[in-house]
């Protein structure tokens, strides 16, 4: 079956440690996309890359850094930079390289910092 | 310019009731209003969509409402079930944009 798969699913993290989550599509989707959601705050876009070796920043992307590879591949790190890290991170992609279409989502990293 | 609020922030109601969750936006490049549906532990997915040529969209129990003068846009959910409950989020994109922007959510409790 075809979809997104993020991992881990939760991960606890001491403060001053770059973590990085991984997201993993096999949908053939050209565009891919993390989000990051705390309760009564919607989602709110970290970085996005509509094409390999190629991304741009979303609205919150201090503190967090992402690669592109490959089409199917596109891992987040948090780094320590990051002030407040502890959040439900969801990873998505849509199929067209122009963003139209229906926003597909992983199953979510919980991040935990301890 | 880039908001897409949204209310109530939470809502209860009984089984067989109508849920009525209610999005505003202010970019009129915006024409594409996507409603997400999401279970606890669970990535968001697709519930129903509308484009603003027309004013109303329905699937099944869920009905979006869409009222392109007021930039107002609300999701009907008839004979609303327990299995219903969960967190509703409406968003909005510009044909072209890659941003997809969400609205705060919404919790809805059904009550058996």
């Known amino acids: 079956d075809g979809g997104i798969t993020q991992s881990p699913k939760y991960l606890f993290r001491k403060e001053g440690q770059n973590v990085t989550l991984s997201c993993e599509q096999n949908?053939?989707?050209?565009?891919m996309y993390w989000y990051r959601q705390d309760p009564g705050q919607g989602l709110r876009l970290i970085y996005y890359s509509q094409i390999v070796n190629d991304f741009q920043k979303g609205d919150i992307a201090e503190g967090y850094s992402v690669s592109r590879e490959k089409k199917e591949s596109f891992p987040l790190t948090v780094t320590s930079a990051q002030k407040n890290p502890t959040a439900f991170y969801l990873c998505?992609?849509?199929?067209?390289?122009?963003?139209?279409?229906?926003?597909?989502f992983g199953e979510g990293s919980r991040l935990t910092v301890l | 310019q880039q908001q897409v609020k949204q209310s109530p922030q939470s809502l209860i109601v009984q089984k067989g009731g109508i849920s009525i969750i209610n999005c505003a936006y202010e970019?009129?490049?915006?024409?594409?209003f996507p409603w997400y549906q999401q279970f606890p532990g669970k990535g968001p997915a697709l519930l129903i969509a509308i484009r603003p040529d027309v004013s109303e969209k329905k699937e099944g129990r869920f009905t979006i409402s869409f009222n392109k003068s007021a930039k107002q846009f609300s999701l009907h959910i008839m004979d609303s079930q327990p299995g219903d409950s969960a967190t509703y989020f409406c968003?909005?994109?510009?044909?072209?944009?890659?941003?997809?922007?969400f609205g705060a959510g919404t919790r809805l409790f059904v009550k058996a």
């Open positions: 968003a909005a994109r510009n044909t072209g944009g890659f941003k997809t922007i």
């Open positions: 949908l053939n989707h050209d565009a």
């Open positions: 998505a992609s849509i199929q067209s390289s122009t963003g139209a279409g229906e926003l597909f």
């Open positions: 970019n009129t490049a915006f024409d594409y």
